[in-house]
């Protein structure tokens, strides 16, 4: 799985002050089959969910690796697209039932492998590590919830006044010949997170993205909210024109954009806080390093002015620090949980039947690999 033209990376939900939020429907949209693994944990679901991966892109498939949000090791799902097929972990918080069973989804029940008995003598300990490891989610999400209204509370202290229109005709006059024609485009639009907070610290699969493009633009703003509008109106102009795009939401505010990536063109759009500190910092390139494209860096401070009270500025900065040390204390409260889990997972361990496990495993990347178990 290392070639990058046939492999790509990303998130398909993200642990957020909302909650788990889920863009599972749009990344599955117009797959054919679609296996949905059940089981609780240490079960071996991402095992065999990367076993498929590889068996399939050896046998030249492309594929989409979905990674799990409370573990970035952790594979929760793969998409082979040419092939119309997809596997998946179907337990929490990503819970998922067949909707088209027999027909498009295939559940597959990995609990069957477990000896009841030997997870009946550690009843107590598995209920309790599954309860504290749910109570812990809120947790989290009480102090994303928290680092939000303190971001809110922060940018309520400044004015900022956006020439929206003017800004919008400069897009307009900037970007009109990079959308050609008006045709439908070959898939539908997806909805993905790039970039996100997990147990094991930040983490993000945007450079990867970023080397695919073969042109596009980097817009400078310290205000994403201003840099969310931006990409929201260039999305609905790609749109006019039938492109399909690939929409990276921010997981800490999941209604605004990062970034969006016309696959079909290869064309991205991004924003950023800071100016890209890239070795050639105007140029994308592809994977082999090959200059592909111009990627142009503009700053849209100029179609906005920000301002702040002078009495407003400390609470300015003692925000910023509320809300770098909730996130610290999300950040904590993951790696905690990661760990409840992890322990939670020995005990299903002991349970599994691992021998029977592997023919079940031998069995599906033979049905993988000769087209699904629904032809």
Not at 134 to 139: H, N, S, V
Not at 201 to 214: I, K, Q, V, W
């Amino acid at each position: 799985m290392q070639n990058k033209e046939k492999v790509s990376q990303y998130f398909p939900g993200a642990i957020t002050y909302r909650g788990y939020v889920s863009y599972w429907d749009s990344n599955l949209e117009g797959l054919e089959q679609i296996y949905i693994l059940k089981g609780g944990p240490g079960t071996g679901k991402a095992t065999l969910i990367r076993q498929i991966a590889e068996a399939m892109t050896e046998a030249g498939h492309d594929a989409e690796l979905l990674w799990c949000s409370s573990d970035v090791r952790s594979l929760d799902g793969v998409i082979f697209r040419d092939a119309g097929l997809a596997i998946l972990d179907g337990t929490a918080p990503h819970t998922r039932d067949p909707k088209y069973p027999g027909v498009r989804d295939i559940l597959v029940d990995l609990g069957r492998y477990w000896d009841r008995e030997v997870l009946q003598k550690n009843r107590k300990e598995i209920i309790s590590l599954t309860d504290e490891n749910k109570a812990l989610y809120q947790e989290v999400y009480d102090q994303l919830k928290k680092a939000r209204d303190f971001r809110l509370r922060r940018r309520g202290l400044y004015k900022i006044r956006l020439d929206e229109r003017g800004m919008e005709g400069w897009l307009q006059a900037l970007l009109e010949d990079q959308f050609q024609g008006n045709k439908p485009p070959q898939e539908p639009s997806r909805h993905r997170f790039y970039t996100l907070m997990a147990p094991q610290g930040p983490y993000s699969f945007f450079d990867e993205l970023r080397e695919r493009a073969r042109g596009g633009c980097c817009f400078l703003a310290d205000e994403p909210e201003i840099g969310s509008k931006v990409l929201t109106h260039i999305a609905k102009m790609a749109q006019a024109k039938g492109c399909g795009l690939w929409y990276c939401h921010s997981d800490q505010e999941p209604e605004e954009l990062c970034a969006i990536y016309l696959p079909e063109e290869k064309l991205l759009f991004w924003q950023t806080d800071q100016y890209p500190d890239y070795e050639e910092k105007l140029r994308c390139k592809c994977g082999d390093g090959e200059e592909t494209g111009i990627c142009r860096v503009y700053r849209l401070d100029s179609w906005y002015r920000k301002q702040i009270n002078s009495r407003n500025q400390l609470e300015s900065d003692f925000l910023t620090t509320a809300i770098e040390d909730a996130k610290k204390r999300a950040q904590k409260l993951l790696n905690d949980n990661k760990k409840i889990h992890d322990k939670l997972e020995t005990y299903y361990i002991k349970a599994m039947d691992f021998d029977a496990m592997k023919k079940e495993k031998e069995g599906l990347i033979r049905e993988f690999l000769s087209g699904g178990g629904l032809r």
